[in-house]
């Protein structure tokens, strides 16, 4: 049994390197690469941590790794496999339960009430796992399965730099930009938003903070320098006016839209921001307002409500609704 957390965040990692269908065959020499953020990591630790991960009976991975001579690189003989797919034991159960009823009693403090959704999700498992038992839980329970994004095998690694505040070197693959490009940043937040990961980082040649993609990032290199974190820098208050990721650096405004009396529930139930107040709720109309940037993200949002929602100001965020639902409308009469 390992006897340190780095061989876990390891296993984690060749796990994900495993499971990389844009890279499949990791070679060893990959494999450490890949590990090279956590400290020097050799070909015979990389050896140790896959024997373990296939036959260490504390870990219970078994897990069902091969080498193939003619791709030279390591592969799952069961594409569908991972570490994370396994059965919870009952004294990860009874754990659990622990870490719940723990978390639960802080819940009002702000650092941890952004984890509560978290928390409270993890609580239902354990609840409807006592009631159905392990055999019958899964038949009936049908979850959100979220996708295994490109990126997620770099969190250790950048977790272990915002803990240590250590830098990072990142090379990193824009989606506007036509060439690998390296940023040198202090990182301090890890954000994840619908699936995906990002890492929010001081970049010092910029002198600002900028939101990175962790499935964007090729490689990360540390830095080997340590930073002092900025005291004014909250997560909360920079992420206060955005909606998704998009942080804009002007000043946040009020959006206000007109949804059919019929959203009114859901909207009500599953707020669009933090910042909604409702300004009418009646047969007539349901109204809000949030206090935004208005962003690429938000007019998305908006478009998935199609006739049922109109926007009545600002009157920018307007004429771009106005212009998306013509151009939509226009590419339907061309394949008419």
């Known amino acids: 049994m390992p006897k340190n957390k780095n061989a876990f965040i390891r296993y984690r990692i060749i796990d994900g390197a495993l499971r990389n269908k844009h890279k499949k065959f990791p070679s060893k020499q990959e494999l450490i690469e890949a590990c090279s953020g956590l400290g020097k990591v050799s070909a015979r630790t990389i050896d140790h941590d896959i024997y373990d991960m296939k036959h260490d009976e504390e870990l219970g991975y078994f897990a069902p790794i091969l080498y193939s001579y003619k791709e030279n690189g390591y592969y799952y003989s069961d594409p569908n496999y991972s570490i994370n797919n396994l059965p919870l034991k009952q004294e990860d159960i009874y754990a659990l339960e622990f870490a719940c009823s723990l978390l639960k009693q802080f819940e009002g403090i702000s650092t941890v009430k952004q984890f509560m959704q978290s928390v409270e999700k993890i609580e239902d498992y354990v609840n409807l796992r006592n009631v159905y038992g392990n055999d019958d839980f899964m038949e009936v329970i049908e979850t959100e399965q979220g996708v295994i994004q490109k990126g997620s095998e770099y969190l250790g690694v950048l977790l272990k730099h915002i803990k240590e505040q250590e830098s990072s070197i990142l090379h990193y693959d824009s989606i506007n930009s036509k060439s690998i490009k390296i940023y040198h940043i202090h990182p301090y937040v890890l954000k994840e938003y619908r699936n995906r990961w990002y890492v929010v980082g001081w970049v010092t040649e910029k002198e600002k903070m900028q939101i990175f993609a962790l499935d964007r990032i090729k490689s990360i290199v540390p830095g080997k320098q340590s930073f002092t974190r900025l005291s004014k820098f909250s997560p909360a208050d920079y992420f206060k006016y955005s909606f998704g990721i998009s942080?804009?650096?002007?000043?946040?405004?009020?959006?206000?839209?007109?949804?059919?009396?019929?959203?009114?529930?859901?909207?009500?139930?599953?707020?669009?921001?933090?910042?909604?107040?409702?300004?009418?709720?009646?047969?007539?109309?349901?109204?809000?307002?949030?206090?935004?940037?208005?962003?690429?993200?938000?007019?998305?949002?908006?478009?998935?409500?199609?006739?049922?929602?109109?926007?009545?100001?600002?009157?920018?965020?307007?004429?771009?609704?106005?212009?998306?639902?013509?151009?939509?409308?226009?590419?339907y009469e061309q394949h008419s």
Request: aromatic share 6%.
């Open 247 to 331: 942080v804009l650096e002007h000043t946040p405004e009020n959006v206000v839209l007109h949804f059919s009396p019929s959203e009114a529930p859901y909207i009500k139930s599953l707020p669009l921001h933090h910042s909604q107040t409702i300004l009418q709720d009646d047969e007539k109309a349901f109204i809000i307002q949030l206090t935004v940037a208005p962003s690429y993200e938000l007019l998305a949002q908006i478009l998935g409500y199609g006739e049922k929602v109109v926007i009545i100001q600002p009157e920018s965020l307007k004429q771009k609704h106005i212009q998306a639902l013509k151009s939509a409308l226009l590419k």
